[in-house]
């Protein structure tokens, strides 16, 4: 991973901030404070605190009387932060950084391990939300990790971060368990009413676009009965647009007879040099370098509702309902050299390369002759529709003996009814170039892209690719739980849970994509239109073609009727392409638990904590389509497993200011439920040959943990932590790739039927399993402070800022093989350095606040394809701000801006950072009122 000014810069401004506060602080605790009879004397009036700085009170004193790691954020909080989603909001949290989709934050890290492993629970149910996004953003989520854009930020009062376990919070993280707190009747002392309405703006995509909330709450029957209800509604329009690479890969990546043609001439190389095989590669050159633009339209729809019960003072009954509607088309327009990644006859081996600069090992500029070009124009009708169901009762039966019991359901439908791609080609393009030697690159096809004279839609060739697809996860849950006062030093706890989880996924794709309608050019001009516009605020090279023509989809379904399932264009699941999406798991994981909370005191300071030990079986169900024989067929596994997860937590008060925390615990993250399949996924796409297989045999990962921290709480305000934790992964499961030959899969030659794959085809083959895992270490330090110290209006200042530290050194596998090398690299997803710094400054009316989000570079892939050593994303630096007014004591106005520097999502292949991916989304703009009646 690079190292850039900009990295440095963040470093040092995040350090240099993080000292000022340090010294801010020490100079506040220096002053002189009145003395105690004078303050006896004084008639002190109770000061009530709101806003911002009364969620940040709320959020530190939450902080404060936990026994483990465990970080806040409260309602105010969300509500005026700029903040799309909740992981907009999340990202502000110690060592929780985001990766984004669309303009929005999309998935959370927690110290550096990815959303595999950190467990999302909503109103005490753990729940799975799954959105689907482009390739380049992790496609369609498939996996356990949770997808926070289906959510507004506002339907929700508190999240709070568990980076410590205990035996009573239910198993399945290694990096933290997320609660996700909706709000309810109780939390309100009176009726509330809160309506807000916004008009966003995106400077990329010029589009004003409505949200709209509310929230209303009231109680009856003097406080033993509530109901509350809050909606959120917004559109959203996002263009993405930049270069798409389709990684980086070396003339005899596909064998010897797939490389550029032997007339190819690059000075001081030979054509063996720039053809080399895998085993002693030749030059690299960009697999497919295209322009790219996505047209994201989104309309989000969250409901909330709650109802609470107290039908005597000792018991308490609620219910909790979550409903969210995420639709969302996606139109892009992508023009590609396709010929450079075919290496069949009429592909690379036609290409010649006139002249070519080289960097390395890689073929930063060139011209050539002979280049496939296509244009191609997709779109994706999408939609998930999120529900949950969760009942909740507690009861206290005597002052020392509780119980209680939560059961829900939750159910999760992603349905992509419509995936479509239409191409057009250009065969064998003369003058084509490319030059990679800035970030952006220049890529110039060589003829007119707007005539469709210049372009065909030629059967076998061309493509119309038809593509369907769904998930649906379910969870149901039921747990109780009792709690006994043994004495005042000791509470001993119990309880049973289970859960369920069941994962269904399918496709269904077109027998042979390439079987297409030969067009003439007058009936390929009648399904065609100019796409133009493209690049603003880019940063293009100069002379860049910023239109071209692009098949137009509207125009082609209705002329050829390609959505009829008949003839050529009928589709199914038993493709070779669809099989490997029809997968269902089905999982039973129960657990028991016992644990003893104690309070006591020694050494003259008062002690806290917990320890406790928890069992959890685990049924594991699947099936998929695999090889059996000659044919194949659906077949079907099961795998069962238990284990005993130790924890402890310990606190105690140093000073009446002052905590230290320590914990320990055995904790375990579920592989990725797709992977449980015994089925595999044959994938031709293009010059793409991938086989990817499940592993129902896998291992969960499994980590020893130990964390301490050293907290100081000067004040009701003030917050100043450094934290240290160590992790030793026993197992990791990691997605081996290996390029193997079609007939080393064991699969029949039938499979390849319909596709323009032969048997003799290099395939990328990737499968999920066991490695011998490595250590993870860090730290964290927090900081915030209200500038009280400051003098005359400054006292209003107040700062926030986190940096976190991450590494690890894990040891991923290059074969299944006995003795085969092996590679150390850090985690993939693990961001070694993290920041978040944030400015504010508030009074009874006015508000503003302005936050950077630092994130460094991270491995996404080990090792990478096409002998590329790995995959990565490098780092970013996102600032957003808010200004608001309260007009009245009722009425507020509000100005928001995110990503105002429009940072770009820059994703490379090798240690050498070949550009992969190099896109942006724009500004967004918010400006709204909002009225509590």
């Given at each position: 991973?690079?190292?850039?000014?900009?990295?440095q810069?963040?470093?040092?401004?995040?350090?240099?901030?993080?000292?000022?506060?340090?010294?801010?602080?020490?100079?506040?605790?220096?002053?002189?404070?009145?003395?105690?009879?004078?303050?006896?004397?004084?008639?002190?009036?109770?000061?009530?605190?709101?806003?911002?700085?009364?969620?940040?009170?709320?959020?530190?004193?939450?902080?404060?009387?936990?026994?483990?790691?465990?970080?806040?954020?409260?309602?105010?909080d969300?509500?005026?932060?700029?903040?799309l989603?909740?992981?907009?909001?999340?990202?502000?949290?110690?060592?929780?950084?985001?990766s984004?989709?669309?303009?929005?934050?999309?998935?959370?890290?927690?110290?550096?391990?990815?959303s595999?492993?950190?467990?999302?629970?909503?109103?005490?149910?753990?729940?799975?939300?799954?959105?689907?996004g482009?390739?380049?953003?992790?496609?369609?989520?498939?996996?356990?990790?949770?997808?926070?854009n289906?959510?507004?930020?506002?339907?929700?009062?508190?999240?709070?971060?568990?980076?410590?376990?205990?035996?009573?919070?239910?198993?399945?993280?290694?990096?933290?368990?997320?609660?996700?707190?909706?709000?309810r009747?109780?939390?309100?002392?009176?009726?509330?009413?809160?309506?807000?309405?916004?008009?966003?703006?995106n400077?990329?995509?010029?589009?004003v676009?409505?949200?709209?909330?509310l929230?209303?709450?009231?109680?009856?029957?003097?406080?033993?009965?509530?109901?509350?209800?809050?909606?959120?509604?917004?559109?959203?329009?996002?263009?993405?647009?930049?270069?798409?690479?389709?990684?980086?890969?070396h003339?005899?990546s596909?064998?010897?007879?797939?490389?550029?043609?032997?007339?190819?001439?690059?000075?001081?190389?030979?054509?063996?040099?720039?053809?080399?095989?895998?085993?002693?590669?030749?030059l690299?050159?960009?697999?497919i370098p295209?322009?790219?633009q996505?047209?994201?339209?989104?309309?989000?729809?969250?409901?909330?509702?709650?109802?609470?019960?107290?039908?005597?003072?000792?018991?308490?009954?609620?219910?909790?309902?979550?409903?969210?509607?995420?639709?969302?088309?996606?139109?892009?327009?992508?023009?590609q050299?396709?010929?450079?990644?075919?290496?069949?006859?009429?592909?690379?081996?036609?290409?010649?390369?006139?002249?070519?600069?080289?960097?390395?090992?890689?073929?930063?500029?060139?011209?050539?002759?002979?280049?496939?070009?296509?244009?191609?124009?997709?779109?994706?009708?999408?939609?998930?529709?999120?529900?949950?169901?969760?009942f909740?009762?507690?009861?206290?039966?005597?002052?020392?003996?509780?119980?209680?019991?939560?059961?829900?359901?939750?159910?999760s439908?992603?349905?992509n009814?419509?995936?479509?791609i239409?191409t057009?080609?250009?065969?064998?393009?003369?003058?084509?170039?490319?030059d990679?030697?800035?970030?952006?690159p220049?890529?110039?096809?060589?003829?007119?892209?707007?005539?469709?004279?210049?372009?065909?839609?030629?059967?076998?060739?061309?493509?119309?690719?038809?593509?369907?697809?769904?998930?649906?996860?379910?969870?149901?849950?039921?747990?109780?739980?009792?709690?006994f006062?043994?004495?005042?030093?000791?509470?001993?706890?119990?309880?049973?849970?289970?859960?369920?989880?069941?994962?269904?996924?399918?496709?269904?794709?077109?027998?042979?994509?390439?079987?297409?309608?030969?067009?003439?050019?007058?009936q390929?001009?009648?399904?065609?239109?100019?796409?133009?516009?493209?690049?603003?605020?880019?940063?293009?090279?100069s002379?860049?073609?910023?239109?071209?023509?692009?098949?137009?989809?509207?125009a082609?379904i209705?002329?050829?009727?390609?959505?009829?399932?008949?003839?050529?264009?009928?589709?199914?699941?038993?493709?070779?392409?669809?099989?490997?999406?029809?997968?269902?798991?089905?999982?039973?994981?129960?657990?028991?638990?016992?644990?003893?909370?104690?309070?006591?005191?020694?050494?003259?300071?008062?002690?806290?904590?917990?320890?406790?030990?928890?069992?959890?079986?685990?049924?594991?169900?699947?099936?998929?389509?695999?090889?059996?024989g000659?044919?194949?067929?659906?077949?079907?596994?099961?795998?069962d497993?238990?284990?005993?997860?130790?924890?402890?937590?310990?606190?105690?008060?140093?000073?009446?200011?002052?905590?230290?925390?320590?914990?320990?615990?055995?904790?375990?993250?579920?592989?990725?439920?797709?992977?449980?399949?015994?089925?595999?996924?044959?994938?031709?796409q293009?010059?793409?040959?991938?086989?990817?297989?499940?592993?129902?045999?896998?291992?969960?990962?499994?980590?020893?943990?130990?964390?301490?921290?050293?907290?100081?709480?000067?004040?009701?305000?003030?917050?100043?932590a450094?934290?240290?934790?160590?992790?030793?992964?026993?197992?990791?499961?990691?997605?081996?790739?290996?390029?193997l030959?079609?007939?080393a899969?064991?699969?029949?030659?039938?499979?390849?039927?319909?596709t323009?794959?032969?048997?003799?085809?290099?395939?990328?083959?990737?499968?999920?399993?066991?490695?011998?895992?490595?250590?993870l270490?860090?730290?964290?330090?927090?900081?915030?402070k209200?500038?009280?110290?400051?003098?005359?209006?400054?006292?209003n200042?107040?700062?926030?800022?986190?940096?976190?530290?991450?590494?690890?050194n894990?040891?991923?596998?290059?074969?299944?093989?006995?003795?085969?090398?092996t590679?150390?690299?850090?985690?993939?997803?693990?961001?070694k350095?993290?920041?978040?710094?944030?400015?504010?400054?508030?009074?009874?009316?006015?508000?503003?606040?302005?936050?950077?989000?630092?994130?460094?570079?991270?491995?996404?892939?080990?090792?990478?394809?096409?002998?590329?050593?790995v995959?990565?994303?490098?780092?970013?630096?996102?600032?957003?701000?808010?200004?608001?007014?309260?007009?009245?004591?009722?009425?507020?106005?509000?100005?928001?801006?995110?990503?105002?520097?429009?940072?770009?999502?820059d994703?490379?292949?090798d240690?050498?950072?070949?550009?992969n991916?190099?896109?942006?989304?724009?500004r967004?703009?918010?400006?709204?009122?909002?009225?509590?009646?």
């Amino acid at each position: 991973m690079r190292t850039t000014p900009k990295n440095q810069f963040a470093l040092k401004a995040g350090a240099s901030a993080l000292v000022l506060s340090m010294l801010m602080a020490g100079a506040a605790s220096a002053q002189t404070a009145p003395a105690a009879d004078d303050q006896q004397a004084d008639q002190v009036d109770e000061i009530v605190v709101t806003g911002f700085r009364a969620s940040l009170q709320s959020a530190v004193n939450a902080k404060r009387n936990e026994s483990g790691v465990v970080d806040v954020i409260k309602a105010e909080d969300i509500a005026d932060f700029p903040d799309l989603n909740l992981a907009e909001s999340l990202q502000r949290v110690p060592g929780v950084t985001i990766s984004r989709s669309n303009g929005e934050g999309r998935q959370i890290s927690v110290r550096g391990l990815g959303s595999e492993y950190t467990r999302v629970r909503v109103n005490g149910m753990e729940a799975i939300a799954t959105t689907g996004g482009t390739v380049n953003s992790g496609g369609t989520n498939r996996t356990r990790g949770f997808d926070f854009n289906m959510f507004a930020s506002e339907l929700f009062n508190s999240l709070t971060v568990r980076k410590s376990a205990s035996a009573d919070v239910e198993e399945g993280s290694l990096g933290a368990t997320v609660d996700l707190q909706t709000a309810r009747p109780f939390d309100y002392r009176e009726p509330t009413l809160v309506m807000g309405v916004q008009a966003s703006y995106n400077d990329l995509a010029r589009d004003v676009k409505p949200r709209f909330t509310l929230l209303a709450s009231n109680t009856w029957m003097d406080g033993r009965f509530g109901a509350l209800f809050s909606a959120a509604y917004e559109q959203r329009r996002i263009l993405e647009e930049g270069a798409n690479i389709t990684r980086w890969s070396h003339g005899g990546s596909n064998g010897a007879t797939g490389g550029f043609n032997a007339a190819s001439t690059i000075t001081g190389y030979t054509a063996a040099q720039i053809n080399g095989t895998l085993a002693s590669p030749g030059l690299y050159h960009p697999r497919i370098p295209a322009y790219v633009q996505y047209d994201h339209n989104t309309e989000r729809l969250g409901l909330t509702g709650a109802l609470q019960f107290r039908p005597d003072d000792q018991t308490t009954l609620t219910l909790d309902v979550l409903y969210s509607d995420v639709k969302s088309t996606r139109d892009e327009r992508q023009l590609q050299a396709i010929g450079l990644s075919r290496t069949n006859a009429t592909g690379r081996p036609e290409t010649i390369i006139r002249s070519g600069v080289v960097e390395g090992r890689n073929i930063v500029a060139g011209t050539f002759d002979n280049v496939d070009v296509r244009t191609q124009s997709a779109r994706d009708e999408l939609q998930t529709q999120f529900q949950q169901y969760t009942f909740t009762a507690t009861r206290d039966w005597t002052d020392r003996f509780r119980t209680g019991f939560v059961g829900g359901y939750s159910r999760s439908e992603f349905d992509n009814p419509v995936s479509t791609i239409v191409t057009f080609d250009r065969a064998n393009t003369n003058g084509f170039s490319y030059d990679f030697r800035s970030r952006m690159p220049k890529i110039d096809f060589g003829f007119d892209l707007t005539n469709p004279a210049n372009w065909s839609m030629i059967n076998g060739t061309s493509e119309v690719r038809i593509r369907p697809n769904a998930v649906t996860n379910t969870f149901s849950t039921a747990k109780a739980y009792a709690e006994f006062d043994a004495n005042e030093h000791i509470t001993l706890k119990g309880g049973l849970d289970y859960r369920r989880f069941t994962f269904d996924s399918s496709g269904q794709t077109r027998t042979t994509e390439t079987v297409v309608q030969t067009l003439t050019p007058a009936q390929l001009a009648a399904v065609s239109s100019v796409f133009s516009g493209f690049g603003r605020n880019l940063g293009l090279p100069s002379g860049v073609a910023t239109s071209w023509l692009a098949p137009d989809l509207n125009a082609f379904i209705s002329t050829y009727g390609i959505y009829s399932n008949s003839g050529i264009y009928a589709i199914s699941d038993q493709t070779t392409q669809a099989r490997g999406q029809n997968i269902a798991v089905a999982e039973n994981d129960y657990g028991a638990y016992l644990q003893a909370d104690f309070r006591f005191d020694a050494f003259g300071m008062p002690w806290r904590g917990d320890a406790g030990v928890r069992y959890v079986l685990t049924e594991q169900y699947s099936n998929g389509f695999a090889a059996v024989g000659s044919t194949i067929q659906l077949v079907s596994a099961r795998r069962d497993y238990d284990m005993l997860l130790p924890s402890a937590n310990l606190a105690v008060d140093l000073t009446d200011s002052l905590v230290a925390r320590l914990s320990a615990a055995q904790t375990i993250s579920r592989p990725s439920i797709g992977t449980l399949t015994p089925g595999g996924d044959i994938n031709v796409q293009g010059s793409n040959r991938n086989f990817s297989s499940g592993n129902p045999t896998i291992n969960p990962t499994k980590s020893d943990n130990v964390d301490f921290s050293l907290e100081w709480y000067p004040d009701a305000d003030s917050l100043f932590a450094v934290g240290i934790f160590y992790k030793k992964i026993n197992t990791f499961v990691q997605t081996l790739s290996q390029d193997l030959p079609f007939t080393a899969l064991g699969l029949p030659a039938s499979v390849l039927t319909g596709t323009a794959a032969t048997t003799t085809d290099i395939f990328r083959v990737s499968q999920p399993v066991n490695s011998p895992g490595g250590d993870l270490t860090g730290f964290e330090i927090n900081v915030q402070k209200r500038l009280d110290f400051l003098p005359g209006w400054m006292e209003n200042f107040g700062i926030q800022a986190n940096y976190t530290f991450v590494d690890s050194n894990i040891e991923y596998l290059t074969s299944t093989t006995p003795g085969a090398p092996t590679i150390n690299e850090t985690l993939v997803g693990l961001s070694k350095n993290a920041a978040n710094f944030t400015l504010y400054y508030e009074t009874d009316r006015f508000s503003i606040r302005g936050s950077a989000a630092y994130r460094a570079g991270y491995l996404t892939q080990v090792p990478g394809n096409d002998g590329n050593s790995v995959h990565g994303t490098n780092e970013t630096l996102n600032f957003d701000a808010q200004a608001s007014y309260n007009i009245t004591e009722k009425l507020k106005v509000s100005i928001e801006g995110i990503n105002l520097t429009d940072e770009f999502n820059d994703q490379y292949v090798d240690a050498s950072n070949r550009l992969n991916v190099y896109s942006h989304t724009g500004r967004q703009f918010f400006a709204g009122l909002r009225y509590t009646f």
